[in-house]
């Protein structure tokens, strides 16, 4: 089962897997990347509702933790991970899926997409 339902109409730009550090460990994370045309906030509320998350009004970003995935709701304006492909100028939201697991011994990368 998968953590996320996808945000009906967001577009599919990429997905990259990278090396990073945390808590003085190194990890992989393994994020893709969606763009959609709805405003920042109604998608952030999108996924709040589906969540059970209480959102404030006027609120343009949502980060939502299902086990060892996170999804996270932003403008398009706002920092994000870059893989090399951007959004389309009409797109306003982004919403990256990432899953972050320690090497060695962690647990493998999912083999499919983080929503449905």
């Not at 404030?56 to 949502?62: E, L, Y």
Request: proline share 10%.
């Amino acid at each position: 089962m998968e953590a996320f339902d996808a945000l009906p109409g967001a577009r599919f730009l990429c997905t990259q897997h990278v090396l990073g550090h945390s808590e003085g460990k190194t990890v992989e994370i393994q994020f893709e990347l969606y763009a959609t045309t709805r405003a920042p906030g109604e998608a952030a509320e999108w996924y709040a509702r589906a969540h059970g998350i209480a959102l404030d009004a006027g609120k343009q970003s949502v980060t939502v933790a299902v086990e060892q995935k996170r999804l996270s709701v932003a403008p398009a304006s706002a920092p994000h991970p870059d893989c090399g492909v951007g959004p389309r100028p009409e797109e306003r939201t982004l919403i990256v899926v990432s899953t972050m697991w320690s090497r060695p011994g962690g647990p493998s990368p999912p083999p499919d997409r983080g929503v449905n």
